[in-house]
Nanobody, 126 residues
């Protein structure tokens, strides 16, 4: 069992930066692929970024490439999402997720993740 707690959301102006953190419980953090998803009102969960178990490989949705950076620190059981050059369309509730995913193609799929945090709101004003 893994419990995830996100923090770092807030209200910012377009062009600003935020760093989201997700702290995980348990001693098996390094065995999970970690992902960030977001959900805007009236929309489905959208994949944002994922990182491999060791942190050596990262994956992003096209709309955030070059602006967002996912990273992890396994000794601290924490995954981060650095968000730069924020846009109003980035407004959403952001969730971190953990999954024992073997196939890279599944990193982008919400249902492949077993554990989810409660979410943190990110609002970007224009």
């Amino acid at each position: 069992q893994v419990q995830l707690v996100e923090s770092g959301g807030g209200l910012v102006q377009a062009g600003a930066s935020l760093r989201l953190s997700c702290a995980a419980s348990g001693r098996t953090f390094s065995s999970y692929v970690m992902g960030w998803f977001r959900q805007a009102p009236g929309k489905e969960h959208e994949f944002v970024a994922a990182i491999s178990r060791t942190g050596a490989s990262t994956y992003y949705v096209d709309s955030v490439k070059g602006r967002f950076t996912i990273s992890r620190h396994n000794p601290k059981n924490t995954v981060y999402l650095q968000m730069d050059s924020l846009k109003p369309e980035d407004t959403a509730v952001y969730y971190c997720a953990a999954g024992p995913i073997a196939y890279i193609g599944d990193y982008y799929t919400a249902r492949k993740y077993d554990y989810w945090g409660q979410g943190t709101q990110v609002t970007v004003s224009s």
